[in-house]
């Protein structure tokens, strides 16, 4: 059986794997495993992908978004809203600060951040906001900015979640254009590294130092610690892999962007399942294609079996986890959508007949 993988790295590495040769050799032979050339050239060149100032290569998505928060302000006594369909590191990142995670719904239909809860969830102690741009697409950050403009809150910060979203935009504009953004290159993103990395990407100069500084065991100069830091950074390493797949990502997500077309076109009709939607001036890069089916559990085990490598993003919200159970509430969409969504294999090197495979053993499981 020719299995069908969730996401084809295998097939993403032989597009690069020259260049990654050669930059490989190039690190070892110059001793630069830490910072150095190949980092400030992809800070430099992700920068400019993003239409923004200034990027920082930190270790890993999670620290990106605890370092954002940081730069910001975010600390003990204050409240982060967020939603509550997320990856759970988006919720550890908050409280990683000292702050508290406040939780709010998700729009039924894309299942990003619902504007007005999160609006309405602001207090007096509300420090940030953090939507999440998932599967994808971009989160309406400009009403949540003009809400919070007509609330006074202009002192709210927006941090945005953008781990699933590199190259997405919003009426054109990327994550982070008006505050900051923590972005993931985890493995399967769709700028992946070959093991973690992450990055923070700002207009803001201020912020930037603050976070080179605080991911830098809290200094620029050896020896010297003017902050209370971590150690986060980005190695040569992993910049070879970004800065060779960087340089393919526009077309990657274009033909991201065809394969999502095609599986809307085979799954048309079908009354069972639920189609994703893209939010209204939004640029999808499909970093995940996710429908909503009946039997969930049941259809699952089924594309697996018949080599499908579909698999569930995310499963349980994060007031039903362990780990932050505590929170409790009620946030119905998120609870709804939860045991029904179902992520299909999406990659830019996925073909046609790949996907009509996978098309046709959907309907099978669904008809059993």
Known sequence: MNRIPLVDLAAAHAEVADEVETGFKRIIAETAFIGGAEVAAFEQEYAAFSGLAHCI???????????????????????????????????????????????????????????????????????????????????????????????????????????????????????????IAATSFYPGKNLGAYGDAGAVTTASEEWATTVRTLGSHGGLRKYHHDLVGVNSRLDGLQAVVLRAKLARLADWNVRRRAAAARYAELLAGLDDVVLP???????????????????????????????????????????????????????PNAEAVAPQILSLPIYPQITASQQERVAEVLKSALAG
Do not use: M
């Open 57 to 179: 290569g930190v270790a890993n998505g999670t620290d990106a978004l605890e370092l954002a928060f940081r730069a910001v302000g975010v600390g003990a006594g204050d409240e982060v809203i967020l939603p509550a369909n997320t990856f759970i590191a988006t919720a550890e990142a908050v409280a990683r600060t000292g702050a508290s995670v406040v939780l709010v719904d998700c729009d039924a239909r894309t299942y990003l951040i619902d504007v007005e809860a999160a609006l309405a969830a602001v207090t007096a102690r509300t420090k940030a906001i953090a939507p999440v741009h998932l599967y994808g697409q971009l989160a309406a950050v400009e009403q949540l900015r003009a809400g919070l403009d007509r609330l006074g809150r202009t002192d709210v910060v927006i941090v945005e979640d953008a781990a699933q979203s590199q190259g997405a935009t919003r009426h054109g504009r990327g994550s982070g254009v008006d505050g």
């Open 277 to 331: 939607v893209t939010l209204d001036g939004n640029e999808h890069v499909w970093h995940i294609y996710c429908i909503r089916v009946p039997r969930r559990d049941e259809v699952l085990a089924t594309l697996n079996e018949n080599g499908v490598g579909a698999a569930i993003h995310y499963p349980i919200p994060v007031h039903r986890t362990g780990a932050f159970a505590s929170l409790g509430g009620s946030y």
